[in-house]
C-alpha cells in the first residue's frame, strides 16, 4: 500500500495551494480518506476527512478555506488550500482508514509552509 502525497512547497499568506494524495494497492472506494497535518512542535491533527460518497468534514480552523474532494476513478484524494495563514504551516499527511475494522495507511508527509 502506497500513499503518496505531493503539492507542499512555500507560498505567502493569502495564496492557494492544492495538494494530491495518490493511493495504490488498495480498494479506494472501501477507505474514507483524510488529510492531517502535525506543525513543528505539536501533535498531529485532522485537518478533513471525505467518505467514499463525498460526505466531508473539517477542523474548525480550515472551515471556509480548506475543501476536501476526491476521485474515485484515479484513486487519488486533494486538499485544496485558500487564503492561507502562517498557522497552517505543517507537515500534511494524507491518510485512508477502512471503517468496518479500523486499517488505516499513512502517506509520507508532504511540508507546507506558509511565510507571513
Known amino acids: 500500500v502506497q500513499l503518496q502525497a505531493s503539492g507542499g512547497g512555500l507560498v505567502q499568506a493569502g495564496e492557494s495551494r492544492r495538494l494530491s494524495c495518490a493511493a495504490s494497492?488498495?480498494?479506494?472506494?472501501?477507505?474514507?480518506m483524510g488529510w492531517y497535518r502535525q506543525a513543528s512542535g505539536k501533535q498531529r491533527e485532522l485537518v478533513a476527512t471525505i467518505t467514499r460518497s463525498s460526505s466531508t468534514n473539517y477542523a474548525d480552523s480550515v472551515k471556509g478555506r480548506f475543501t476536501i474532494s476526491r476521485d474515485n476513478a484515479k484513486n487519488t484524494v486533494y486538499l485544496q488550500m485558500n487564503s492561507l495563514k502562517f498557522e497552517d504551516t505543517a507537515v500534511y499527511y494524507c491518510?485512508?482508514?477502512?471503517?468496518?475494522?479500523?486499517?488505516?495507511?499513512w502517506g509520507q508527509g508532504t511540508q507546507v509552509t506558509v511565510s507571513s
Open positions: 494497492k488498495i480498494i479506494f472506494t472501501t477507505y474514507v
Open positions: 491518510n485512508a482508514k477502512r471503517t468496518f475494522d479500523m486499517l488505516e495507511y
